[in-house]
């Protein structure tokens, strides 16, 4: 694995990041601390978390993953892990549970009680990366980032970054930050894979130029680009359970991951891994990481099997050739994942 640096921020990390948001529902404790041991094992020093973790995420189940986290947290050296948390904000029909009164904007008030919170649950005094999870189009970004460079000041959070984040979006924040001289956002956090490249356009751009690094999330589709779902729904998987069994919602979101196009795009893929002589979640992983606008790729897994399976990647470099291959399938197949829930969402 490399290194690399957050943004502008003096944090540099490995360019494989730990994520942890099954860690309570697919994942028990246990396990999620055999995955953790094995990911610090294998010298990864980053891991990602949320408030509303685990998914699908629930009332009852809100910061569970934060008190596994912390826990394991206790039985390592804390500067030799990287620790990113998040606030909700708003759930845009996502996600509205009775937290801090029902209410997750990103207003002072709140951030402070979120920050509060996350560093009680994760049993720690600081956090090194401090996100936004969803964005509020409506709050002035200022005193969004006001409150958030306050908890920097009192250094209960190193550097700040913004998920699921518009284009549009980043650069207010990063205009907001430099006209009214208060922090910026070091990272943005977005979907981003083989099926879903949306990223490399106007994102990348932003992200060059304005030096914010990418931390892309879900860069096995959710699963996909494993392959699992090319025979059909899987028994136990987080798609089967939302199409079979969810609400409109993580229907919508399945079938943004789950539909003809992808799978179509997964088995070209698949095709192309193969014949290199490697797995598809491996050439899926390495592929996000050799990005330059990426940081660190976050990957997931319910079992220290499935880790195994994304470690591969660690010191894989795609060729040339290989690259040209996996681009022909985007361009036979643009934006698999760019249906009408997408546009949605």
Request: hydrophobic share 35%.
């Amino acid at each position: 694995m490399q290194r690399r640096r957050l943004g502008q921020s003096g944090i540099s990390v490995t360019d494989i990041c730990m994520g942890t948001m099954t860690f309570g529902s697919s994942c028990d404790e246990p396990t999620s601390h055999a995955i953790l041991d094995r990911a610090f094992d294998a010298g990864i020093d980053f891991y990602d978390a949320a408030e509303m973790y685990p998914v699908p995420p629930r009332a009852e189940t809100f910061g569970v993953t934060e008190e596994i986290v912390g826990k394991w947290l206790q039985t390592k050296p804390r500067e030799q892990v990287i620790i990113a948390t998040k606030i909700t904000g708003p759930g845009h029909g996502w996600f509205s549970p009775p937290v801090r009164g029902g209410r997750t904007a990103l207003d002072p008030l709140q951030i402070r009680r979120a920050v509060e919170g996350s560093l009680q649950r994760l049993k720690t005094d600081y956090i090194d990366l401090y996100q936004t999870h969803w964005p509020d189009h409506f709050m002035r970004y200022e005193d969004t980032l006001a409150a958030l460079g306050k908890l920097q000041e009192e250094g209960k959070v190193r550097a700040i970054g913004c998920s699921n984040e518009t284009c549009w979006g980043l650069m207010k924040s990063l205009w907001q930050a430099e006209k009214h001289r208060v922090p910026r956002y070091d990272t943005v956090q977005n979907n981003f894979s083989l099926i879903n490249r949306r990223c490399e356009s106007e994102l990348a751009q932003v992200c060059r130029r304005e030096h914010v690094s990418l931390l892309p999330y879900s860069p096995l589709g959710g699963g996909v680009l494993t392959g699992k779902y090319n025979d059909g729904p899987p028994p136990g998987a987080r798609f089967t359970e939302y199409l079979q069994s969810g609400g409109p919602r993580q229907k919508m979101m399945a079938e943004r991951f789950v539909n003809p196009r992808t799978l179509k795009a997964v088995r070209r893929l698949a095709t192309i891994a193969a014949q290199a002589g490697i797995s598809l979640t491996a050439m899926s992983v390495a592929w996000s990481r050799q990005h330059d606008f990426v940081a660190s790729t976050i990957i997931g897994a319910t079992s220290v099997e499935q880790l195994e399976e994304s470690l591969q990647a660690r010191d894989l470099i795609l060729s040339d050739e290989i690259l040209q291959q996996i681009d022909q399938v985007e361009q036979d197949i643009p934006l698999p994942m760019r249906e009408d829930g997408l546009r949605r969402l």
